[in-house]
T-cell receptor, first 111, second 113 residues
């Protein structure tokens, strides 16, 4: 069945780059997403990449997709304390587009 | 409004009672999704509506759960005879059409006593 895996925790210093990794199993996924969740809030769509792309850059965010290894990563440049949150990777099923989420990676940014 | 709106933001109820959760999607979005977020299970898909097509109910955990979408816009998720394991945050999302990026509301935090 479909499965999305992420590491649970990442700690970085302010100003460093953060890299959050994700692996997925469904090779027919259309889009792959990164969502950010702050305490008590819903999911904020950060960025997404279509499955036929290798890379997407959006300001401080860079998404890399290795379709052969089914590996997705999110790099946050110049990480700030406001980036502290839980980051979810998700794949969209081809039929209907329902999302399958990873467990979330808690990013802690230390000053 | 500009985003997906959910109400109530918090709901506390006694075991055995019925609850209704409401979702107002982004204007013009034809696809609407319900998900549940709980400590033990993470984020799980519940049900999906696309236009006038029959909904995909494959994620509903039991027949106590149902949802409807009236007029292709507002959706209501109903849980009958609530149980403690129903305690979770219920999240609604909408997208322009199926397969397009989904935008989430802030969720309803449901607590069953």
């Amino acid at each position: 069945g479909e499965d999305v895996e992420q590491s649970l925790f990442l700690s970085v210093r302010e100003g460093d780059s953060s890299v959050i990794n994700c692996t997925y199993t469904d090779s027919s996924s259309t889009y792959l997403y990164w969502y950010k969740q702050e305490p008590g809030a819903g999911l904020q769509l950060l960025t997404y990449i279509f499955s036929n792309m290798d890379m997407k850059q959006d300001q401080r965010l860079t998404v890399l997709l290795n379709k052969k290894d089914k590996h997705l990563s999110l790099r946050i440049a110049d990480t700030q304390t406001g980036d502290s949150a839980i980051y979810f990777c998700a794949e969209a099923q081809m039929q209907g587009g329902k999302l399958i989420f990873g467990q979330g990676t808690e990013l802690s940014v230390k000053p | 409004g500009a985003g997906v709106s959910q109400s109530p933001s918090n709901k506390v109820t006694e075991k055995g009672k019925d609850v209704e959760l409401r979702c107002d999607p982004i204007s013009g979005h034809t696809a609407l999704y319900w998900y549940r977020q709980s400590l033990g299970q993470g984020l799980e898909f519940l049900i999906y509506f696309q236009g006038n097509s029959a909904p995909d109910k494959s994620g509903l955990p039991s027949d106590r759960f149902s949802a409807e979408r009236t007029g292709g816009s507002v959706s209501t998720l109903t849980i009958q005879r609530t149980q403690q394991e129903d305690s979770a945050v219920y999240l609604c999302a909408s997208s322009r059409t199926y397969g397009q990026p989904q935008h989430f509301g802030d969720g309803t935090r449901l607590s069953i006593l």
